[in-house]
């Protein structure tokens, strides 16, 4: 199910570095620890901590087959998660695999819940350890990148001015943090970034998009403003969410595409 390459999430996470989206500041759950900032020294404890839950997944799948959900006191899984450094270290990087690991949870919580079969709630829990591996997977090698100074380097050369093209996939970035908050189960702070990212970003682009393609704006001003949120603010399941924002996606594309061609024009022109 999980197609996001070990590649693009390291990546990504040069890139949150190159912003300087990495920082001390507070997230959803507590502060973000130096941790980050020496992946390599820490990949053992990530790990640990990846052991750790999963056993602790285990035994709960256990005493749910033996004893009921009740016994398995779901309630915990959420605590289990938010307790490990591994946590804040995909939250500010992997924004779509933290969804998944979301969603995971949720899976393995609401199976025990609604008293699911036990092979359904042991595909639940498979799916939950696909995206922790697949996570860690991404950190390692994003360790590797720190430690060969690529980061640093990236911080040093990185402008905070972004170009039209780079606010573009900077608003795709925002629409997997708010599926990512919906998968955390927050819908009204999903719906905020998803309305700051239409107010401070495409806005600013706007002028220049409709006057190549007007209809493609009245899409997107649409889906900014009603769609996302609507499916947000639902009973929507996160593949749901994710399809609109996709198709969303998709419009960007086509949007940077515009873009591009303005850009180099201006640079003809200059």
């Known amino acids: ?54 056993d602790r997944v285990n035994e709960m799948v256990n005493t749910y087959d033996t004893q009921g959900s009740e ?9 289990y998660w938010e307790t490990v450094d591994f946590h804040a270290a ?21 199976a025990i819940d609604s008293q699911a079969t036990i092979t359904n709630v042991t595909e639940e ?19 590797r990148y720190q430690q060969e100074g690529l980061i640093e380097s990236e911080l040093i050369t990185e402008s905070n001015i972004l170009s039209p093209t780079e606010t573009v996939d900077e608003i795709k970035a925002s629409l997997d943090r708010s599926a990512a908050k919906f998968a955390e189960r927050l819908p009204d702070e999903a ?9 401070e970003l495409f806005e600013g682009l706007e002028g220049d998009l409709i006057a190549q393609n007007a209809d493609l704006v009245e899409d997107l ?41 303005i850009e180099s024009n201006r640079r003809d022109v200059f």
């Open 191 to 199: 719906v905020d970034i998803v309305l700051n990212a239409y107010l």
């Open 90 to 110: 995909i939250e500010l990087n992997y924004i779509q695999i933290y969804a998944s690991i979301w969603q995971g949870l949720y899976g393995v919580k609401s």
């Open 221 to 261: 001003e649409k889906d900014f403003n009603v769609n996302l949120p609507q499916a947000l603010q639902s009973n929507s399941s996160l593949e749901q969410v994710r399809s609109v924002v996709d198709l969303m996606k998709g419009k960007l594309d086509q949007s940077r595409s515009i873009l591009e061609i």
């Open 125 to 143: 829990k498979g799916n939950l350890e696909k995206a922790l591996w697949q996570a860690l997977g991404a950190v390692k090698l994003a360790a």
């Open 71 to 79: 016994a398995a006191g779901t309630e915990a899984l959420i605590e």
């Open 1 to 54: 199910m999980l197609n996001i390459s070990v590649r693009n999430l390291a990546l990504n996470f040069i890139l949150a570095f190159s912003f300087g989206l990495i920082t001390n500041a507070a997230i959803a759950d507590g502060e973000v620890g130096d941790h980050v900032n020496d992946l390599q020294r820490h990949l053992s404890i990530y790990e640990e901590e990846v052991n750790w839950l999963i």
